[in-house]
C-alpha cells in the first residue's frame, strides 16, 4: 500500500464515522467491511487480502482464507489487554464455538505513525511492534497473546484482518447497509 492510498483511506474512514458498528470507542471504533461501498476501498483491502494469503502460504505451506476485514481508529487513550483471536464477538453471543477454532492468522497494518505509543505488544515473547505508516505485522492471532498500549497524541489508524483455515468461514463478498449486521451474521443469513 501507498503512503497516498493510506492517507485516502483514513479521510476515507473519518468521513464515514457513521459506518461505525465495531468497537465500542473506549479503545476503538472500526468500520466491518460488509459497510463498505467504495469500491476503490474495497480493492485495496482485497490486494492486501490476497497479498497475507500469499504470504502465508510462502512461510507455511498453509492455506487460508480471509475471514474478517475491518478498519479501525484508535483514538487517545485508545488500549487493548492481551488477549488471543480465537472467536469474533459474533461467535460468541451465537455460542458458536469450535472445539478446533480456525481463525488462526491476525495482521494488523498501520495507516499512519503520527500518533505516540499505541503499539501492537506480545508479552509472552517480551516484544513490541512499533511500525511506519503502511507497514504491518502478520502472525497467528490465535496462539500468541497480544494487546496495544495506550494511544497518546492523535489517533492511531489500522486495518485488521483475519484469516482462517475452515473454506466455510470465508469472507462474503456481500454488502449491507445494515449495521447491525457483520460479516459473520451476514455470511449466515446468506446460507
Known amino acids: 500500500m501507498s503512503p497516498q492510498q493510506a492517507k485516502e483511506l483514513i479521510h476515507y474512514h473519518k468521513t464515514h464515522k ?5 468497537g465500542d470507542g473506549s479503545d476503538y471504533h472500526g468500520v466491518d467491511v460488509v459497510h463498505i461501498h467504495t469500491q476503490w476501498v474495497r480493492d485495496i483491502f ?14 507455511n505451506s498453509q492455506i487460508v482464507y480471509p475471514e474478517m476485514t ?5 483514538p ?15 461467535e460468541i453471543e451465537d455460542e458458536n464455538l469450535d472445539q478446533q477454532p ?23 515473547h517480551g516484544y513490541t511492534h512499533s511500525p511506519s505508516a503502511c507497514e504491518g505485522i502478520l502472525f497467528q492471532g490465535i496462539y500468541h497473546h497480544h494487546g496495544v498500549n495506550a ?5 492511531r489508524h ?11 468461514n470465508i469472507l462474503t463478498d456481500e454488502r449491507t447497509k445494515v449495521l447491525t449486521d457483520s460479516s459473520y451474521t451476514l455470511k449466515n443469513k446468506l446460507k
Open 18 to 22: 457513521h459506518l461505525r458498528s465495531i
Open 46 to 59: 482485497r490486494r492486501i487480502s490476497f497479498q497475507s494469503v500469499a504470504e502465508i502460504y510462502k512461510e
Open 70 to 74: 475491518s478498519m479501525n481508529e484508535w
Open 76 to 90: 487517545i487513550g485508545g488500549i487493548q489487554e492481551p488477549h488471543l483471536d480465537t472467536y469474533s464477538r459474533w
Open 102 to 124: 480456525s481463525r488462526e492468522w491476525t495482521l494488523i497494518l498501520t495507516l499512519n505513525d503520527n500518533y505516540g505509543d499505541g503499539e501492537t505488544y506480545f508479552p509472552e
Open 151 to 155: 494511544v497518546r497524541r492523535c489517533s
Open 158 to 168: 489500522t486495518i485488521s484482518m483475519w484469516f482462517t483455515t475452515n473454506p466455510d
